[in-house]
């Protein structure tokens, strides 16, 4: 019975990724794709994961390479304390030439911490609501600072509704976003999304969601309890790809990756 | 007079050290520390130092063997040694070298837990230290820590100097057992001669713990520098990070008279501004080469206290009482 389970999650997979493509959760938070949500990952979680970054989802600045924008990388640590708090640390690699031997390579990095918190759970009526903040320090409010990187900063509010029917779950999200820099201030904005978590498969979920500039289609999916998998298409062309690994530190079992 | 108030004070510091080392009075001692024994374990340590914009990180890895031989009645003499494997940071360190030898007496005087150390302690220092930690309620708990030590180093060659440097801490502990959830404060002189205060927030899960904080100084704060107000002081001195401590497996021991076995944890720490007026900031030095933020201070089977009231990390097989 187990081998029949392990092997319809294994399919399902294997035929919904491929067809979707994409994710977020690219700083290691949860969310949908690109666009925050108010969906939280469970208390005690714990995420290490990379994530491959086309050049689409990069600012405009910052990330060019002898005038050129380039794909890069990410790799975070996340943490879910609480239930109504989630923190995680990114660090993005960006393109350069070394110094002494002139190899070119990702030398050099771009790190952040992100706060997410959620101040009201989904009740039957209302949607859960979450604010949280990247990269957001004091030199974020300076407009004057402009030898401070602040690539990914920005802060958000969010709202995220769930319903079911029939055993499958529809999520409906909205979010506002601001950039403090114009950088990648083409996805300020009110953004949301849709994701759907079939009840064949509740591991794994398509979302489709409007990032302030773009379409964004993709899906994820939690496989073993602890291996989560995303990936992602910004406009149905340019593919982001996800590994998490996550563990509860309390020691507890989740079929779904955020709540 | 000066030169007489320190004296004082270093003769009055050894001296609480030595009595709490000298006395062995009808402390109530159970599980490991009943009976004579000796540890053989090796931790290591991974060191990813994000200082050059060129380059991904310089990389440092050492092995850190080490003893513990409890002798019974909460006394301990622990040593460990520094075997470096990789190290990317400096050649000016010897592959292998002694990094730490303590003696250490642990005992309850009424309300208050006392921890005295003699020895060589980690962060190159040596000389002595008292610990002291007051719980006022399930909650609520007081700390503090002084020590008298200098510098004693033989990682590049032997460095040593007079033992008169001055460091005390004190603080207040919260603990939160529905959440396992600590929070601390502490204000105090530190080992470079900065002082400062460190306020933290950690939480205890299974066989690990979670932290953050944030530190401030007054040298990396400029405190009393020309054209610094008080409010910049703040911003510049301050810092902070998170901090994560792993228990080790297997999780379920033998304890022998002689036993081999990993170290208790892995920790690190991130620091987020990496300059070293921050790193060097708010420094003190352990007294155990296993202490941890988790387990604090003091044995498990002595105070009852905070993450020591969880179950405990590692079980050993034919005891009832369990570390």
């Known amino acids: ?259 | 007079m000066k030169h007489n108030y320190s004296i004082f004070r270093r003769n009055c510091l050894m001296g609480i050290v030595l009595a709490v080392l000298l006395m062995s009075g009808p402390q109530r001692s159970w599980g490991q520390s009943e009976k004579a024994s000796i540890d053989f374990f090796s931790g290591f340590e991974v060191g990813l130092y994000d200082f050059y914009f060129y380059q991904k990180y310089n990389v440092v890895f050492n092995l850190t063997p080490g003893f513990k031989w409890n002798m019974g009645n909460h006394w301990q003499l622990a040593g460990q040694a520094r075997l470096t494997v990789i190290n990317q940071l400096s050649n000016d360190v010897r592959r292998f070298y002694p990094s730490m030898l303590v003696l250490s007496k642990e005992l309850k005087a009424g309300p208050v837990y006392l921890k005295g150390s003699v020895g060589a302690f980690s962060n190159s220092r040596y000389g002595f230290d008292l610990k002291a930690f007051l719980p006022v309620t399930p909650w609520l708990a007081f700390e503090a820590q002084a020590g008298l030590t200098g510098l004693l180093t033989m990682a590049g060659g032997w460095g040593m100097s007079p033992m008169g440097r001055f460091t005390g801490t004190v603080g207040g502990d919260i603990y939160l057992s529905r959440w396992n959830t600590q929070l601390r404060g502490v204000v105090g002189k530190y080992v470079y001669t900065d002082w400062g205060f460190q306020a933290e927030a950690m939480r205890h899960f299974n066989h690990a713990t979670v932290g953050l904080y944030a530190k401030w100084n007054n040298i990396a704060g400029q405190l009393g520098q020309e054209g610094v107000s008080l409010t910049q002081s703040l911003a510049k001195g301050m810092d902070g990070g998170f901090k994560v401590t792993i228990m080790l497996p297997p999780y379920k021991r033998t304890h022998r008279t002689v036993n081999f076995r990993p170290a208790s944890h892995y920790s690190l720490t991130y620091l987020v501004r990496g300059m070293a007026q921050y790193r060097d900031a708010n420094q003190l030095y352990y007294t155990d080469p296993e202490e941890n933020m988790r387990d604090g201070w003091f044995s498990r089977d002595l105070l009852k206290w905070g993450s020591h009231t969880m179950e405990p990390d590692f079980i050993y097989k034919g005891k009832e009482e369990t570390e």
């Open chain 1, 1 to 259: 019975m187990k081998r029949i389970k392990i092997s319809y999650i294994l399919l399902a997979a294997m035929v919904l990724l491929p067809s979707l493509g994409h994710a977020q959760q690219y700083n290691g938070t949860s969310g949908f794709l690109h666009i925050p949500s108010a969906e939280m990952s469970h208390e005690g979680d714990a995420r290490m994961g990379v994530h491959y970054l086309n050049k689409a989802l990069l600012p405009d600045t910052g990330f060019l390479f002898q005038g050129e924008k380039y794909n890069t990388y990410d790799f975070y640590l996340g943490i879910t304390p609480f239930e109504w708090i989630e923190l995680s640390f990114t660090s993005t690699r960006r393109k350069d030439t070394r110094a002494v031997t002139g190899e070119v390579g990702f030398w050099r990095k771009d790190r952040y911490a992100s706060i997410k918190i959620r101040p009201l759970r989904e009740g039957r009526y209302h949607p859960a609501v979450a604010i949280g903040f990247n990269d957001v320090g004091t030199t974020a409010f300076n407009k004057e600072r402009t030898d401070v990187q602040l690539y990914f900063t920005n802060i958000y509010v969010a709202a995220t509704k769930h319903f079911g029917f029939g055993g499958n779950e529809l999520a409906v999200n909205l979010a506002y976003r601001h950039y403090f820099r114009n950088y990648n201030n083409k996805w300020s904005g009110l953004v949301g999304g849709l994701s759907f978590r079939p009840a064949f498969f509740p591991q794994g979920r398509a979302i489709v969601e409007y990032m302030g500039n773009e379409f964004l289609i993709g899906a994820d999916a939690l496989l073993w309890q602890h291996v989560r998998i995303q990936a992602s298409l910004i406009d149905f062309k340019y593919l982001n790809l996800g590994l998490c690994l996550q563990l509860n530190m309390l020691g507890k079992k989740y079929v779904v990756a955020e709540r």
